[in-house]
């Protein structure tokens, strides 16, 4: 498969474009957080993009889908990323919908996707219990209680998790925290018995939660894949949510840039453009290389995802690109700041909005450090 949008990806792009420009612009976000939003992303729009087919894009056609690969919907959520929409499009679709999709039964992805697909259903990935990414570290237990299984312990940073409806909760079934054996995924209404959610809000007014369970009772239907074994479909799952937040990082840092650049145009100084400053020119110059290479280790990773490249592969492609993009982005949104001069530091002007989102989705399923030393293993280092 050539490493280029087709005509269909092309359009499907452009109506991400017009459809983010329009219908959620940032002046949505700054309009939620001011308004201090119950769920913290605008229902009707979120409506909007599921009749567009945008939650459908990388599932298939039989579970309501639109069959458009993790590269359709790559370019989906790299026009979110331009705008900053806030949407449930990452948590109930990239992670929520992809472990499903991985590891859920028959009937699970025939009662689930399509509901998630529609927009009926909302899901959250609740996995962390500390302030780093630690996909093994998990003390959260699950004890065989009766026809089903007990749930205890907690979560932090689960994205969406207050307003989602189901959670997957990564819980530990045997063994200690750090191994990866003894895992299992489990579906779990959110207003269960024992569930208790506390929503947080992040510098980026966007939603997160900390997630407690209490000797929660969920049937062995609840369980995704085997018992012990549910590493084999977290691990996928959090590459292809690795891919999917690079995408929307790429898509900030492109707006970001673009946005720079034209200040740099428009802003006189003794006479002339301080975009004539050769010191700018050069910064300018160093920000444009590294876009560029973001852009193509994106388009990459997205293209394993849809060639179903060995897991090998796809998850060096994925330590790989949320490395580099974390990277730009820090870059870029903090050279965005620096070149607005005082101006940028102001809430009026809205380059401030990437900085903060760049804080978050750096840290967002490892950062730039975690993801080095991953790509490193990986490698036999």
Same mark, same amino acid.
Request: charged share 25%; proline share 3%.
């Given at each position: 498969?050539?490493?280029?949008?087709?005509?269909?990806?092309?359009?499907?792009?452009?109506?991400?474009?017009?459809?983010?420009?329009?219908?959620?612009?940032?002046?949505?976000?700054?309009?939620?957080?001011?308004?201090?939003?119950?769920?913290?992303?605008?229902?009707?729009?979120?409506?909007?993009?599921?009749?567009?087919?945008?939650?459908?894009?990388?599932?298939?056609?039989?579970?309501?889908?639109?069959?458009?690969?993790?590269?359709?919907?790559?370019?989906?959520?790299?026009?979110?990323?331009?705008?900053?929409?806030?949407?449930?499009?990452?948590?109930?679709?990239?992670?929520?919908?992809?472990?499903?999709?991985?590891?859920?039964?028959?009937?699970?992805?025939?009662?689930?996707?399509?509901?998630?697909?529609?927009?009926?259903?909302?899901?959250?990935?609740?996995?962390?219990?500390?302030?780093?990414?630690?996909?093994?570290?998990?003390?959260?237990? =699950?004890? *065989? %209680? +009766?026809?089903?299984?007990?749930?205890? &312990?907690?979560?932090?940073?689960? !994205? $969406?998790?207050?307003?989602?409806?189901?959670?997957?909760?990564?819980?530990?079934?045997?063994?200690?925290?750090?191994?990866?054996?003894?895992?299992?995924?489990?579906?779990?209404?959110?207003?269960?018995?024992?569930?208790?959610?506390?929503?947080?809000?992040?510098?980026?007014?966007?939603?997160?939660?900390?997630?407690?369970?209490?000797?929660? =009772?969920? *049937? %062995? +239907?609840?369980?995704?894949?085997?018992? &012990?074994?549910?590493?084999?479909? !977290? $691990?996928?799952?959090?590459?292809?949510?690795?891919?999917?937040?690079?995408?929307?990082?790429?898509?900030?840092?492109?707006?970001?840039?673009?946005?720079?650049?034209?200040?740099?145009?428009?802003?006189?100084?003794?006479?002339?453009?301080?975009?004539?400053?050769?010191?700018?020119?050069?910064?300018?110059?160093?920000?444009?290389?590294?876009?560029?290479?973001?852009?193509?280790?994106?388009?990459?990773?997205?293209?394993?995802?849809?060639?179903?490249? $060995?897991?090998?592969?796809?998850?060096?492609?994925?330590?790989?690109?949320?490395?580099?993009?974390?990277?730009?982005?820090?870059?870029?949104?903090?050279?965005?700041?620096?070149?607005?001069?005082?101006?940028?530091?102001?809430?009026?002007?809205?380059?401030?909005?990437?900085?903060?989102?760049?804080?978050?989705?750096?840290?967002?399923?490892?950062?730039?450090?975690?993801?080095?030393?991953?790509?490193?293993?990986?490698?036999?280092?």
């Amino acid at each position: 498969m050539p490493m280029i949008l087709n005509e269909e990806q092309n359009q499907l792009k452009d109506m991400a474009k017009s459809f983010c420009t329009d219908k959620a612009p940032i002046d949505q976000l700054r309009r939620l957080r001011d308004e201090d939003n119950a769920d913290g992303f605008d229902r009707e729009t979120w409506s909007a993009m599921t009749e567009l087919g945008f939650a459908g894009a990388p599932f298939p056609e039989e579970h309501g889908g639109i069959g458009f690969g993790y590269k359709g919907l790559g370019v989906i959520t790299e026009e979110t990323g331009r705008t900053l929409s806030a949407s449930p499009l990452f948590a109930s679709v990239w992670l929520g919908g992809t472990a499903v999709n991985i590891g859920g039964s028959v009937d699970q992805k025939t009662e689930i996707l399509p509901k998630v697909v529609a927009g009926e259903l909302l899901l959250a990935l609740a996995l962390e219990e500390s302030h780093r990414h630690d996909p093994y570290g998990i003390a959260t237990s =699950a004890s *065989a %209680s +009766g026809d089903g299984y007990t749930i205890s &312990g907690s979560k932090k940073f689960v !994205l $969406d998790g207050h307003v989602a409806d189901q959670l997957i909760v990564v819980a530990r079934t045997a063994g200690s925290p750090g191994e990866r054996e003894g895992l299992t995924l489990f579906l779990v209404d959110r207003e269960a018995e024992g569930v208790s959610v506390t929503r947080t809000r992040m510098v980026d007014s966007r939603n997160a939660a900390n997630i407690d369970f209490n000797n929660v =009772a969920v *049937a %062995s +239907g609840a369980r995704i894949g085997d018992e &012990g074994k549910g590493a084999d479909i !977290l $691990d996928p799952t959090l590459d292809i949510g690795r891919i999917g937040i690079a995408a929307e990082m790429l898509g900030s840092t492109q707006e970001c840039f673009e946005r720079t650049v034209q200040y740099l145009k428009d802003r006189e100084q003794f006479g002339v453009p301080i975009g004539s400053f050769q010191a700018l020119k050069h910064r300018a110059a160093n920000m444009f290389c590294e876009v560029e290479l973001s852009k193509s280790v994106v388009l990459e990773a997205l293209t394993a995802l849809d060639e179903d490249r $060995d897991a090998s592969e796809i998850a060096k492609l994925a330590s790989l690109t949320k490395a580099k993009v974390g990277e730009t982005f820090h870059t870029v949104s903090r050279e965005g700041i620096q070149m607005h001069g005082g101006i940028g530091m102001t809430d009026e002007f809205d380059i401030g909005f990437f900085i903060k989102r760049a804080a978050v989705t750096e840290q967002t399923l490892g950062d730039v450090n975690f993801h080095r030393n991953r790509y490193g293993d990986l490698e036999g280092y």
